[in-house]
């Protein structure tokens, strides 16, 4: 569960229950937040054969163990895992990251589990801001995601193609042997979004946010650039994607990541980002309320958004830790210096709630490369971009 103390809405429950419900909530929460004060310790160590029973908060799809570590170590809450590995026989779940959490920041218990490896977070490790993530994987299949297709003579020549495509983060390979003959060698590059955003954006009084100032939202290329936008204007239809964005030029910088998003249509009423593809044809309309652009391609994206704040505005969830602060400056100053946060809400004098004013909750999301299901399959090699590797 993820618990957002800048906003507690709990719907379809008496107001009596209600208030009970927030009181063990936020006390819940507080202890998670002071629990991470206990637990700071570096443990890159992962134990093989072995299950953390229980915690879990949510689970993803990964290909080994270190990649499900990296996904441990960028969720908010997450203090520890287990991996299900390709071995594992129990039942389905293979490749299953459970992601964990507990009040003292350690497993209650650790049981001996054959196909099982468990371990910890590193947040409180050093470690690189974007990891090298040079494995590959032999007939493993990295599901979905697909943006873009071609033949290549075997899987290094697919990584190349990959690494060399500013927008590809993963690939899958068919080899010579897969059982279809029309498709092998074919490879298909994949995506996914590596912009931070909340994962809910609302209006409310006495609250500000805002970002940490260090996000890159785009890979360096020469020249700079700012994209283009168009006030008062709608592109209609054509949506494949709609995402929580603050800003006009935050969805921009969405769009400008997803190699399949022609332009987008972004509403400030509700802070909704529509991704839209149409590569033949683009119709304009006038809408006050609708801001609408185009995506920038190959160039240093500029991202002087990330240094605006936005009064009266509340990223939800999503919460590393909260502290007590004496104004917005200093919130933000404190994520751009925490490499765990990304985005921040700070609760100003007027937050209806006077208990938790002048707090500044730390932010982020999971920007690791991640395909959206992992499987097996006879024949195939998937890996990732090695861009941020040093060959």
Not at 93 to 111: E, W, Y
Request: hydrophobic share 35%; charged share 20%; with cysteine.
């Amino acid at each position: 569960m993820q618990l957002s103390f800048s906003n507690l809405t709990f719907p379809h429950r008496t107001p009596a229950k209600t208030d009970r419900m927030r009181s063990h909530l936020v006390l819940v929460g507080l202890f998670s937040l002071c629990s991470l004060s206990f637990s700071q310790d570096c443990t890159p160590e992962v134990l093989e054969n072995v299950d953390f029973p229980g915690a879990d908060i949510t689970f993803l799809f990964s290909p080994d163990v270190r990649h499900c570590q990296l996904l441990c170590t960028q969720h908010p809450s997450c203090l520890f895992f287990t991996f299900l590995r390709a071995d594992w026989t129990r039942d389905n779940r293979n490749f299953h990251c459970l992601l964990k959490s507990s009040p003292s920041g350690r497993p209650s218990q650790q049981t001996p589990l054959q196909g099982a490896t468990s371990g910890f977070s590193l947040k409180f490790c050093p470690r690189e801001s974007k990891p090298c993530l040079s494995e590959v994987y032999q007939n493993v299949d990295f599901l979905g995601a697909d943006y873009r297709s071609l033949f290549t003579a075997d899987f290094e020549e697919c990584q190349r193609a990959c690494t060399q495509d500013p927008l590809c983060q993963f690939f899958t390979f068919l080899n010579e042997d897969f059982t279809s003959a029309t498709i092998r060698f074919k490879c298909h590059l994949k995506v996914s979004l590596t912009v931070p955003r909340p994962a809910v954006i609302e209006r409310k009084a006495g609250v500000i946010s805002g970002f940490s100032t260090t996000i890159q939202t785009s890979e360096f290329f020469e020249p700079a650039c700012q994209g283009k936008l168009f006030p008062s204007t709608e592109i209609p239809g054509n949506d494949f994607l709609a995402l929580p964005a603050a800003s006009p030029e935050h969805c921009l910088a969405l769009c400008s990541a997803h190699p399949l998003c022609s332009f987008f249509s972004y509403a400030s009423n509700n802070f909704n980002c529509s991704l839209k593809n149409n590569v033949n044809t683009i119709t304009i309309n006038s809408n006050e309320r609708i801001t609408s652009g185009i995506p920038a391609r190959f160039c240093q994206l500029d991202n002087s958004w990330v240094k605006v704040t936005f009064e009266g505005v509340d990223f939800l969830g999503s919460d590393v830790r909260a502290e007590q602060m004496d104004d917005a400056d200093t919130c933000q100053r404190t994520c751009t210096d925490d490499r765990n946060c990304e985005f921040y809400t700070f609760t100003t004098e007027r937050f209806p709630d006077q208990a938790f004013r002048l707090r500044c909750f730390l932010k982020r999301d999971i920007t690791l490369p991640a395909p959206p299901r992992v499987n097996k399959l006879n024949n195939v090699v998937s890996g990732f971009s090695l861009r941020s590797c040093v060959i």
